[in-house]
């Protein structure tokens, strides 16, 4: 009844992989810090704890794309660059032998959640059967916009797999399988539809492309589910608060603004991602250390806050971060 949740894509708007020039300072900065430490291979692994994420792997640069898995049944979240590589895993299966089916599920269609379709290998084997979800009726439109000269050389008619779009009811539940799915509305400026999915009595939430303009229980109306009995949220965090305030209609959030409805509505963790694509991973790292400050704040504060403020695990997500719910 295990519900497997899996990043493969944790950044926003743009791929931004590490220059040749990043990666050798890096190296460097790895080394020095080896250095101190004793330079024996016997304290590699020691030393190797001791690093924090931007030294030991980073945050990754590919766009967003998530997987849900069950025992019966597999997810897609978004079709960001990310694909590609959860593409080349999925050629290990059914996919790889033409006998595929694959669920993937739309927020919204700008360009960073499409990037990974035309580098999708399973949708060039023949057998395998493509269905594409979304709130939105562009779902109809969207792989032929994609697969579409001078865009891409390859047009859709020229797929060989089977590629069938449906679109989703605002908040009605649909059952994939083992897994039921009910899209809610984020605030983003172009309509954008976060995800909670539910199985084996756990909850996760998608909510990335999001700006949270709506924060208390009333705003959030009839979306207020999306952030209630949820045991994983992941939440958009393109920006630090500072940030967020400046770029007012850009439709995305911070860590700060995802603490405070998860501290209010008791969500047992929080994961941030949607890293913004000009960030090094040292200012996520940054961002964290804010979030970090912040919580510890509000925690100090919640005796006089009017209403329970409970504690949260959280992290700022990367790229082959895995859950089990």
């Known amino acids: 009844m295990t519900m497997k949740i899996k990043i493969w894509g944790a950044r926003g708007s743009l791929p931004s992989p590490l220059t040749p020039a990043q990666t050798e300072q890096r190296i460097r ?49 978004d079709a960001g660059s990310g694909l590609r590589l959860l593409g080349y895993e999925m050629l290990k299966g059914p996919c790889g032998k033409g006998q595929g089916e694959v669920d993937l599920l739309f927020t919204h269609f700008h360009w960073d959640h499409l990037i990974g379709l035309p580098f999708f290998v399973p949708i060039f084997i023949p057998g395998n059967q493509i269905r594409a979800y979304a709130v939105q009726d562009e779902i109809h439109q969207i792989f032929q916009t994609v697969f579409k000269k001078p865009y891409f050389p390859v047009p859709i008619e020229a797929l060989p797999s089977t590629i069938t779009s449906q679109t989703l009811e605002p908040r009605q539940p649909r059952v994939f399988g083992d897994i039921q799915v009910t899209p809610y509305q984020l605030d983003h400026p172009d309509p954008c539809w976060g995800y909670r999915i539910e199985h084996g009595g756990k909850v996760f939430s998608y909510c990335v492309d999001t700006e949270a303009t709506r ?39 911070s860590a700060t603004i995802g603490l405070d409805i998860a501290m209010r509505e008791n969500i047992k963790k929080v994961v941030f991602i949607h890293h913004d694509p000009a960030a090094t991973d040292q200012k996520i790292l940054n961002a964290r250390d804010e979030a970090a400050r912040y919580y510890r704040s509000q925690l100090r504060q919640r005796d006089g806050a009017g209403y329970p403020i409970h504690e949260v695990e959280w992290d700022f997500g990367h790229e082959g971060m895995e859950f089990l719910l």
């Not at 080394?31 to 590699?44: C, M, V, W």
């Not at 705003?219 to 992941?234: E, S």
Request: net charge negative.
């Open 215 to 253: 924060t208390t229980r009333e705003q959030l109306g009839p979306d207020l589910p999306l952030y209630q009995g949820v045991d994983l949220m992941i939440f958009d965090s393109q920006y630090t608060l500072s940030e967020a305030v400046e770029k007012v209609d850009w439709g995305h959030s």
């Open 29 to 77: 900065d790895v080394i020095d810090q080896f250095a101190t430490f004793g330079l024996k291979k016997e304290n590699i692994q020691k030393f190797m704890e001791t690093l924090s994420r931007p030294y030991f792997g980073g945050f990754g640069g590919n766009t967003s794309c998530i997987e849900v898995q069950t025992d019966q049944h597999r997810l897609i979240i």
